[in-house]
T-cell receptor
Framework: SQTIHQWPATLVQPVGSPLSLECTVE??????LYWYRQAAGRGLQLLFY??????ISSEVPQNLSASRPQDRQFILSSKKLLLSDSGFYLC??????????????FGPGTRLLVL | QQPVQSPQAVILREGEDAVINCSSS?????VHWYRQKHGEAPVFLMI?????EQKGHEKISASFNEKKQQSSLYLTASQLSYSGTYFC???????????FGKGTKLSVIP
């Protein structure tokens, strides 16, 4: 069965520091991968998605970036964190089926607090 | 464009029924429903594709009205475990992107 991992689970970082969040998927090949952010009490905002190694689409202009160095690994990064980057970061995967029909399955999330 | 969910919040007693609506101003290809408990990741409930089908999952079911660009989630005989925030996510044709509504907070009390 498929499993999605995220780490770290929680992170407290000072403003201006760098960030690296990692997401890995097991039990499937060539998944579509997604990064979402959820601010406290808010909905889910899609940040990036990837349909293959090295293929990244950005949905929201910001100081974050994403990379996919391996088929089942997705990394979210920042060179300098802002206070507004605080939130719950969720990675998700879906099978590569017809667009719009894939179910997205979420990882456990990383709770980031920028002080 | 973000779909609109209603109501924003609802409180039920165990055994009562609820309906959560999700409306979009754009043509929809699919609607995905998730439930998120406090501090946890969203959990997939069901997906509905263009065609107006209705799906069921235990005592939770949903419909997709293509003409109205609207989906409704039906929770019958609610249980305490149904508490959480329900999100609908929608896609247009040929899109990978799920655009989520702001969520509906459901609280079931004894």
């Amino acid at each position: 069965s498929q499993t999605i991992h995220q780490w770290p689970a929680t992170l407290v970082q000072p403003v201006g520091s760098p960030l690296s969040l990692e997401c890995t998927v097991e039990g499937t090949s060539n998944p579509n991968l997604y990064w979402y952010r959820q601010a406290a009490g808010r909905g889910l905002q899609l940040l990036f998605y990837s349909v293959g190694i090295g293929q990244i689409s950005s949905e929201v202009p910001q100081n974050l970036s994403a990379s996919r160095p391996q088929d089942r690994q997705f990394i979210l990064s920042s060179k300098k964190l802002l206070l507004s980057d605080s939130g719950f970061y969720l990675c998700a995967w879906s099978a590569s089926l017809d667009r719009g029909q894939e179910t997205q399955y979420f990882g456990p999330g990383t709770r980031l607090l920028v002080l | 464009q973000q779909p609109v969910q209603s109501p924003q919040a609802v409180i039920l007693r165990e055994g009562e029924d609820a309906v959560i609506n999700c409306s979009s101003s754009k043509a929809l290809y699919s609607v995905h429903w998730y439930r998120q408990k406090h501090g946890e990741a969203p959990v997939f409930l069901m997906i509905l594709l263009k065609g107006g089908e209705q799906k069921g999952h235990e005592k939770i079911s949903a419909s997709f009205n293509e003409k109205k660009q609207q989906s409704s989630l039906y929770l019958t005989a609610s249980q305490l475990s149904y508490s959480g925030t329900y999100f609908c996510g929608v896609t247009g044709a040929g899109s990978y992107q799920l655009t989520f509504g702001k969520g509906t907070k459901l609280s079931v009390i004894p």
